[in-house]
């Protein structure tokens, strides 16, 4: 069994290197992916470190499997199942199961296994968050170069950091573009999209920052200025996720009340930021005012002074009739 003397192989190249730390915990970190069959293309080792088995390790092992002390080398018959001494050198066997397979290890070679695994936890974490910033940072524009580099920079918590600041500065560099030309739709995209991930980075803890509800309500601004280029008063289109954004559903509002005190995201949604929208309004009067007093709330009877208002401010005037 090729890979379980390679257990004590790997506490001998600890044991040598004594207290040059660094170099342990690359050769250890080299071996003990070769031991748990997690080659990665990412990481270049030098061939003479490897002391790796050439067969991927077996899922379990079999009853027939001789497993040795990764200390002295002696058979074990059974296999341990959990950590204990070896009945031929009285040396700490560790067992550590690792993806459904049992790994024995010897004291010192411990610490460099719980490092690894959790160097490994921490990669695939870093992996999931840089793409995820790369992605955002190519739809806001960011350039393909930069992006390029960093995608193919070492998978650490820098190049995390550096995909996410490219995708902040292309964001902001594009809402200020469309601000300035006046494209709505594309602002009111870019800031929800951005408030949206830093949402859900910050683990969407409630409630949401100020910051993230200033780029919010940045993007609802957006929308609402779009509107008022046709309109005064827009509709509120509610989410279907909680009685604050249901209460809301199908009420029409100003826009200039709401530019002055955005409702959204309401208050207390269990989303933090709610998908709530402003549609304008439709000029199909006839069944709307049946529809808006669907929602049974205690907000009702308050909206309907600014629903009776409607028809006044409206350009058709239409709801009047
Ligand atoms: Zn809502
Ligand atoms: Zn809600």
């Not at 980075?201 to 779009?226: C, W």
């Amino acid at each position: 069994m090729e890979w379980i003397r390679c257990g004590a192989a790997a506490a001998g190249v600890e044991r040598q290197l004594g207290c040059v730390r660094q170099r342990t915990e690359v050769i250890s970190i080299a071996f003990l992916r070769r031991l748990l069959g997690l080659n990665h293309p990412e990481v270049t080792v030098d061939p003479e470190e490897v002391v790796a088995p050439s067969q991927p390790m077996p899922i379990a092992p079999s009853p027939i499997a001789s497993v040795a002390c990764p200390n002295c080398g002696v058979a074990l018959d059974p296999p341990p199942d959990h950590t204990r001494r070896c009945p031929s050198c009285r040396r700490q066997i560790v067992v550590r199961h690792f993806e459904g397979r049992a790994i024995y290890l010897t004291e010192e070679a411990v610490e460099v296994f719980e490092a690894e695994r959790q160097h490994e936890i921490d990669e695939q974490r870093w992996a999931r968050e840089r793409g995820t910033w790369l992605q955002l940072a190519q739809r806001a524009g960011a350039p393909a170069d930069r992006r390029a580099r960093l995608a193919a920079a070492a998978l650490t918590a820098v190049s995390v950091a550096a995909s996410r600041d490219l995708y902040l500065a292309a964001a902001e560099r594009a809402a200020r573009a469309a601000r300035r030309d006046k494209r709505w739709d594309e602002m009111a995209q870019i800031r929800r999209r951005q408030a949206a991930a830093l949402h859900e980075e910050a683990g969407a803890h409630l409630p949401p920052s100020d910051e993230i509800v200033a780029l919010y309500r940045e993007g609802v601004a957006a929308t609402l200025r779009k509107l008022a280029q046709v309109s005064r008063d827009a509709e509120l289109v509610g989410a279907a996720c909680c009685q604050a954004c249901r209460a809301d559903n199908e009420h029409i509002f100003r826009i200039a009340d709401e530019l002055r005190t955005p409702r959204l995201p309401h208050a207390g949604c269990p989303r933090g930021l709610c998908t709530c929208d402003w549609w304008p309004t439709l000029t199909s009067a006839a069944k709307k005012p049946r529809r808006r007093r669907a929602p049974a709330s205690p907000r009702t009877a308050d909206d309907v002074a600014p629903v009776g208002d409607v028809g006044a401010d409206a350009d058709s005037g239409s709801l009047r009739s």
